[in-house]
């Protein structure tokens, strides 16, 4: 199970678009709200997510994520939104490791739509103030009718490999040891395959050919899509962009299983933790080369 | 070759963040404009794309596209954009078959590019008007100091295969006779693979398991990236969501295999076109399955 999938709701997309019928679900004594501090989940006694009634009179923004066995659970638009990475949120990070698969999708689907309609305000077109629209799936502007949708961007991140050695590195940012897959975000006019040669020629300096998807992960922080590939180099001399990376270098098959079964007791590099998709990368690539 | 893929530029990425280089590059006298006439290409005798010197005292907003044999390509930020779909501008769209597939790759990410600037002149966050920045891969507000970014939106876009025969649908805006594969935004909160199945239930009823990606492209109108997918469906019973699709329905692989070989003089369905990722895909299905 790849982290912040598997999120269990119906979506109930058709609903959205039905004001009176999103109406009588807000008003219907049945909804129940998903409580957050800022965007950081509330969590109870059990680790599980809070929930609490939604109160008829509740007047805020609020967005619709979907029915949970029937029952419609909302979240409200916080007053600030989030752009900052995970690994400078630590301590909200390491929480989300308590969080049971289902509900972490749904923390994360929720984070996203939430911080975008509070970074989200006002209209890109033209600056008016803009209002939720669809049941917090869409922004629309009053002035100049222009309609707005969440964003999600994606981003391509690659396990480069080259004579059974992967290449991974570090950003300054990153707790000491730590290191991960190459990532960048697929830019305008590129297929995910063109934005995997760009982005590891850019930061270590190396051709690829072969890019083959492995899988895909939504990530919250703030709404990332990330497009797991694996890439073949035909050289390993690498030219390192240090504005980008601290290190880059190639690691051994006995380094990554290390990473992997010892976690934070390993004594070579730390390998990225269990709910990025750079982890199920590697243990993809352990698996399809054993 | 899927098409809008295989640009062929150097994106250069470094200069963007240069301003010194940047402006040397601008004021160089070689660095050449592309020709746009609103966002449409300009086409020359020839059907190529169009450029022109860039004049050293332009001070319109420029997009710095990266280098092509060394020349600094640039397009001017056009007055308004262009949400429209493409197959609502069918003669723009009919005339890009002349482009060779590079010259189709750099207008695609250049259209974009140019789009989002001409949609994005004010600061989503506070409302105010922003500026072009880092050679037009960013914009920034002066007034709260947010950076917003060009924007590149998932879509998921699927065969759906049950006992050897293939679900396709029409929008009531296609041209008579053209069905093509159902697709849809990913939202946030979900993987590629859990908007593949959201997206065929919502629009036709079926419950699909397998999903598998099989190829990517960039789609400029206005900036889509279309995620190619396959699936398999275990049941074939429609339920078409008629406010999205007029019709969809199962195709055997004679009907595609027509489709494909006879293009408009198909006595069956129209495939869609070529440079429509859904055309590959069919073309990759005929192969696999061959």
Known sequence: MIAFTGHGLDRADH????????????????????????????????????????????????????????????VAVPGAGDMRPAYEQRAQWAALGLLPPAELALYGGARSLADWHARHRFCAKCGAGTVLAKGGWQRDCPACEAQHFPRTDPVAIMLVEHDGDLLL?????????????????VEPGESVEEAVAREVFEEAGVRVRDVRYIASQPWPFPSQLMLGCHAVADARDLVIDYTELEDARWFTRAEVAEALAKGADSTGFLAPPRYAIAHTLLEWWMEERA
């Open 169 to 185: 590195g570090r950003s300054a940012r990153f707790p000491p040891r730590s290191y991960s897959a190459l990532a960048g975000f």
């Open 15 to 74: 609903i959205r678009a039905d004001p009176a019928r999103l109406a009588a679900l807000r008003g219907g004594g049945a909804a129940l709200l998903l409580r957050l501090d800022g965007l950081s989940p509330v969590y109870g006694d059990d680790h599980a997510l809070q929930f609490t009634p939604l109160d008829a009179a509740e007047d805020g923004e609020l967005v619709f994520l979907g029915l949970r066995d029937e029952v419609p659970l909302f």
